[in-house]
């Protein structure tokens, strides 16, 4: 089943913040979050496995709500490096280990 | 350079044609996996692979086939080809394939046009 992602499509302004949803209709066994720029390959960003965890990466942060089977990611200050596509992927427990992205969320920061 | 490597980059070929996409993944990793990306959307996940046995499989069509050899790269064959098989085919390698998949590293990718 796969992840459904919000918004799918977001312009920002160097500096700003910016939310990514990413949600399951499934119970989750982990998220994974990754980066693809335009014309090359995803690029991992991290993994969250614990509901209540977050990571970071750089000024990106991620949370993860097991019981809403929910993660959040976390764009703060952001710089033009971060303009690309974002994709949760998800992994549930009735699946196994089948990783499954959504459809993925434009990013474009603007300076 | 992820150190996961796919060939052909770029294939052009007609419908009803056969062709194979080569992944050989990071040195150290068991696990190989295949996604199509059509132009401008998600990464559909198609098939994975562990130590040269099938683990997990996606919506893979039939005319679609794979397989890891001892060696451990993989090849994702394609047959019957039709105009919406067009699309950027990536073969990622990770290490674990446990209950959680751990960090996925991608090649960069196969695009196959169908004409």
């Known amino acids: 089943q796969q992840p459904v992602q919000s918004p799918q499509a977001v312009i920002l302004r160097e500096g700003e913040d910016a939310v990514i949803n990413c949600s399951s209709s499934k119970a989750l066994y982990s998220v994974h979050w990754y980066r693809q720029k335009h014309g090359e390959a995803p690029v991992f960003l991290m993994i969250?496995?614990?509901?209540?965890e977050q990571k970071g990466h750089e000024k990106i942060s991620a949370s993860f709500n097991e019981k809403k089977q929910q993660s959040s990611l976390y764009l703060t200050a952001s710089q033009l490096s971060y303009s690309g596509t974002y994709f949760c992927g998800t992994e549930n427990k009735a699946a196994g280990n089948k990783l499954t992205f959504g459809g993925g969320t434009r990013v474009l920061v603007k300076p | 350079d992820s150190g996961v490597t796919q060939t052909p980059k770029h294939l052009i070929t007609a419908t009803g044609q056969r062709v194979t996409l080569r992944c050989s993944p990071r040195s150290g990793d068991l696990s190989v996996y295949w996604y199509q990306q059509s132009l401008d959307q998600g990464l559909q996940f198609l098939i994975q692979?562990?130590?040269?046995?099938?683990?997990a499989k996606g919506n893979i069509l039939e005319r679609f086939s794979a397989q890891q050899f001892p060696d451990l790269h993989s090849e994702l064959n394609l047959s019957s080809l039709e105009l919406g098989d067009s699309a950027l085919y990536f073969c990622?390698?990770?290490?674990?394939?446990?209950?959680?998949?751990?960090?996925?590293?991608f090649g960069e990718g196969s695009r196959l046009t169908v004409l």
């Open positions: 692979y562990y130590n040269g046995e099938e683990r």
């Open positions: 990622a390698s990770s290490v674990t394939s446990g209950v959680n998949t751990g960090e996925l590293f």
């Open positions: 969250l496995l614990k509901g209540g």
